[in-house]
């Protein structure tokens, strides 16, 4: 079992920068895999990044690439997602996900955060 619980959005200007923070309770955090997904009002659940469990690889959602940045520290079962140079079209909740490989490049995320408030004014 693992509950995850994110920090750190908020309000900001468009060009600016937020961390995102998805803490984790339980010993096995590090045998999963964490993602981050948004949803703004009215659209449907959008994919942003990936971390793998160990050898820290990385995926990102098109519309993200290059402008943000995830990351994880094990012992301190968290996953940060660093959001830089944001735009309006940014504002959305924001959820992070814990799951398994269930084949290439496929993933089932079991556990799921309450989700964090960004919105990005212009």
């Known amino acids: ?56 690889g990385t995926n990102y959602g098109d519309s993200v690439k290059g402008r943000f940045t995830i990351s994880r520290d094990n012992a301190k079962t968290t996953v940060y997602l660093q959001m830089n140079s944001l735009k309006p079209e940014d504002t959305a909740v924001y959820y992070c996900a814990a799951g398994i490989e269930v084949g290439y490049l496929k993933y089932r995320y079991d556990y799921w955060g309450q989700g964090t408030q960004v919105t990005v004014s212009t």
Not at 4 to 9: D, H, K, M, N, R
Not at 11 to 39: D, E, I, M
């Open 1 to 56: 079992q693992v509950q995850l619980v994110e920090s750190g959005g908020g309000l900001v200007q468009a060009g600016g920068s937020l961390r995102l923070s998805c803490a984790a309770s339980g010993r096995t955090f590090s045998s999963y895999v964490v993602g981050w997904f948004r949803q703004a009002p009215g659209k449907g659940r959008e994919f942003v990044a990936r971390i793998s469990q160990s050898d820290m």
